[in-house]
């Protein structure tokens, strides 16, 4: 339920670009980050055959999920106007974020398959309501 309420959300980061407010983007793709793994990790947890080539995808997939947000934290906390270059090149920043998108759209290849969801909960029958004309 968090995952799908977020990812409705989740467009406003088109509208709060960095120049309009760089913590509200920077915080809403951080959020996507964690959600986008922690989903993908749970299918992980619940299939019971996954291989070896999905679980280093996953390994990969979480290492870059971990140093993307710390690469851009560190680069925006030391940020000094007139500074030519921030303390991380902009290269190792963004082969992190391109890779990590690569990895996501990768998803689809290497996520396991998992057993089908099963409803918990039942819900009380009730007999048809007749609607007056």
């Known amino acids: 339920m ?9 467009p406003i980061l088109l509208v709060v670009t960095p120049d309009v407010n760089v913590v509200a983007h920077g915080g809403l793709f951080i959020g996507m980050l964690i959600f986008s793994f922690t989903v993908v990790a749970a299918n992980f947890a619940e299939s019971p055959h ?7 995808w996953l390994c990969l997939f979480g290492l870059f999920t971990a140093v993307l947000p710390v ?16 303390p991380i090149p902009w290269h190792v920043t963004a082969f992190f974020d391109y ?20 409803v918990c909960q039942s819900f009380p029958s009730t007999a048809p309501v007749s609607m007056p004309l």
């Open 99 to 118: 890779g990590w998108f690569t990895l996501l759209g990768l998803t689809v290849v290497f996520l396991p398959p998992a057993p089908a969801l099963k």
């Open 50 to 56: 996954a291989s070896c080539a999905s679980k280093c």
């Open 71 to 86: 690469l851009g934290a560190v680069n925006f906390a030391t940020h000094k106007p007139g500074r030519v270059a921030p």
């Open 2 to 10: 968090a995952y799908g309420t977020f990812m409705m959300c989740f």
